[in-house]
């Protein structure tokens, strides 16, 4: 069983959509959250992290599901540049070791 | 915040030869860097763990013969791919553990012919 599943998509939405997007891990020991943003043919840069709160920072929501052992990302409002691959990444206990999902890819059409 | 650089950015090599790949951390020191491999369309997949000072830690099916790395000081790993073939070709990042996050470097695309 892989550590983090995601739907991989594509997801296809109009500019100013809400658009969710779902991820679960396997181990339940997992440590620390995240999402990052992948643009085409760029490294992934963090997006943000993902605490048991849950965390806003704009248009996005990110939120922790311990019990269910997932997370997700919630973008409001949907631009055109937020046109990109969203990996969703789970760390092992200790946080040495990063596990990337194999990421969900949006694209807002105008 | 805290930059990795990879060079070359992208490199075309004949089957056969060896490419070395640079990462370093810029302004930070990092004990322990990782390289992922990412092909078209598919997530990032860990090669191998860094660690300045001793050997590698491979992940399961990357041949540590083949993708040869180095770590020899606070800020530079490198990762050479020796004897390559067309199905090596792939986008090699680097990456390095800040306090909170990891930092990746902007990637290498290899391109085997």
């Known amino acids: 069983r892989k550590e983090v599943e995601q739907d991989p998509g594509p997801f296809n939405v109009p500019e100013g959509a809400t658009v969710a997007f779902n991820c679960t891990y396997s181990?339940?020991?997992?440590?620390?959250f995240f999402w990052y943003r992948q643009d085409c043919r760029k490294e992934p840069k963090l997006l943000m992290s993902?605490?048991?709160s849950g965390n806003e920072d704009g248009r996005f929501t990110a939120q922790l599901n311990r019990a269910s052992q997932y997370i997700s990302l919630l973008i409001r409002d949907s631009k055109l540049s937020d046109s990109a691959t969203y990996l969703c990444?789970?760390?092992?206990?200790?946080?040495?070791?990063?596990?990337f999902g194999t990421g969900t890819s949006l694209t807002v059409i105008p | 915040g805290a930059v990795v650089s990879q060079h070359p950015s992208w490199v075309i090599c004949k089957s056969g030869t060896s490419v070395k790949i640079e990462c370093r951390s810029l302004d930070f020191q990092a004990t322990t860097m990782f390289w992922y491999r990412q092909f078209p369309k598919q997530s990032l997949m860990l090669m191998a763990t860094?660690?300045?000072?001793?050997?590698?830690?491979?992940e399961q099916g990357v041949e540590k013969d083949k993708f040869l790395i180095n770590h020899a000081s606070l800020t530079l790993s490198t990762l050479t791919v020796t004897s390559a073939h067309p199905e090596d070709s792939s986008f090699y990042i680097c990456?390095?553990?800040?306090?909170?996050?990891?930092?990746f470097g902007p990637g290498t695309r290899l391109t085997v012919t």
């Open positions: 990444v789970v760390t092992s206990w200790g946080g040495n070791q990063f596990y």
């Open positions: 990456s390095a553990r800040g306090q909170y996050e990891q930092y």
């Open positions: 181990n339940s020991a997992s440590q620390s």
């Open positions: 860094s660690n300045e000072g001793s050997k590698a830690t491979y």
């Open positions: 993902v605490y048991s």
